[in-house]
């Protein structure tokens, strides 16, 4: 909090709301042995979402060379190069410092949910294979990275990030896809009910469920071709 800018009264007072909290389970009547909680905030607390977000705040800091966007636990970052190896030595010495800080506090980096995507103009028609990310183990930080066996991280032609596909030409055709498919399910959910319930009970479910998927990320993803955008409207349309 003091890396924040936050003092007085209000460290005290999230420090005394969080020291020596204790939790147990209750099944039925009976309640187990009380455990000491020596880290993390309060399940379910107002306060808790703030907390995270102030102790996760110091790692944009660490980033030398690209750019941190943050929503929760997620952390996207991005680097743009004409020079497809000196942007990767960059990423990677970024990566390194990611993982150092994670281990310095004590929240641990999930490798294998970790992902690149090398975004660039589709009327290239190849690029050239890049060197691989690696998100090294700090054991293999302290042999100096001598006999590395630490996976290198997986390379993807698109990733889902915020329930939002990214492809490597930035099209949306992926996403498109995707979004037709639960359209699609959802349709044949609307068959079924269109008989059984009001017209004001099928509005709702509407705006809650098909306008609200329609909606999210419209103004990315509805700038792609005019192709792409008829398939949901389509959809919609029948709907």
Request: proline share 4%.
């Amino acid at each position: 909090m003091e890396e924040c800018g936050l003092g007085q009264p209000l460290n005290p007072w999230f420090s005394d709301c969080l020291t020596a909290r204790s939790y147990r389970v209750k099944v039925g009547d009976a309640f187990s042995e009380e455990k000491q909680v020596n880290c993390g905030v309060p399940q379910g607390s107002g306060c808790g979402p703030v907390c995270y977000l102030m102790y996760v705040n110091s790692l944009c800091e660490v980033l030398r060379h690209c750019s941190a966007h943050m929503f929760a636990d997620d952390l996207c970052t991005l680097s743009a190069s004409t020079d497809l190896s000196e942007v990767c030595r960059r990423v990677q010495e970024d990566v390194d410092a990611v993982v150092k800080w994670s281990h310095d506090n004590g929240i641990i980096l999930n490798a294998d949910k970790t992902k690149m995507i090398i975004i660039h103009s589709p009327y290239l028609s190849s690029i050239d294979n890049p060197p691989p990310l690696f998100a090294h183990g700090f054991d293999c930080f302290h042999n100096n990275k001598i006999n590395c066996t630490c996976k290198p991280i997986e390379k993807v032609n698109c990733v889902n990030y915020l329930g939002v596909k990214i492809d490597t030409s930035f099209s949306w055709d992926s996403h498109i896809e995707f979004l037709c498919r639960k359209l699609t399910i959802l349709l044949e959910k609307f068959y079924h009910l269109r008989t059984k319930v009001s017209l004001p009970i099928l509005k709702c479910l509407y705006f809650a469920l098909v306008d609200s998927i329609i909606g999210y990320a419209l103004d990315c993803y509805g700038l792609t071709f005019k192709t792409y955008i008829d398939k949901v409207e389509s959809l919609q349309i029948r709907f």
